[in-house]
C-alpha cells in the first residue's frame, strides 16, 4: 500500500486517504519490527532510485522503504503569460512561490486568488 502525499495529490487529503496513510505506515512499522533485525545485521544500505534498501551480512533484504521525492523546479521571476508546471518555484515580491498544479500564468493575484501558488519562503 502506498502513501498519498497531499503536494502530489495536488488538494487537501480526504479522511480515508489520511487513514490509509497511517494504515500503510502501521503495516511498514509492524514488518520491520517483526523482522528482528539487530544493528549488527545491518551491514549495506543500497539506494535505488527513490528507495532505499537495507540489507544483511547475507544480502538478504531486511527491509526497503520509498523515499519522498518532492519535485521543485525553480523558475526565477514570476512572468505573466508563462506556463507553469506543478512544482515550479518563482520568485515574486519578495517571496518564493510555489505552483499547486500546472497553468498559464494569468495576473499574480488572479492566479493567488485561484489557489494556483502557495507562499514557500
Known amino acids: 500500500m502506498g502513501i498519498t502525499y ?10 480515508a486517504e489520511v487513514d490509509a496513510n497511517f494504515e ?4 511498514r512499522l509492524r514488518l520491520l519490527e517483526g ?3 539487530s544493528p549488527a545485521d545491518l551491514v549495506h544500505i543500497e539506494q535505488h532510485d527513490t528507495r532505499l534498501r537495507f540489507l544483511d551480512p547475507s544480502g538478504r533484504t531486511l527491509g526497503d522503504v520509498e523515499l519522498p521525492t518532492p519535485r ?7 512572468e505573466t503569460a508563462h506556463v507553469y508546471e506543478k512544482g515550479d518555484l518563482v520568485a515574486h515580491e519578495a517571496h518564493t512561490w510555489y505552483a499547486m498544479r500546472s497553468h498559464e500564468a494569468g495576473t499574480f493575484e488572479e492566479d493567488r486568488s485561484q489557489g494556483l501558488w502557495n507562499m514557500f519562503l
Open 24 to 27: 500503510s505506515l502501521d503495516q
Open 35 to 37: 523482522a528482528r533485525a
Open 6 to 15: 497531499r503536494h502530489l495529490k495536488g488538494s487537501p487529503l480526504t479522511s
Open 72 to 78: 521543485f523546479a525553480p523558475k526565477g521571476a514570476w
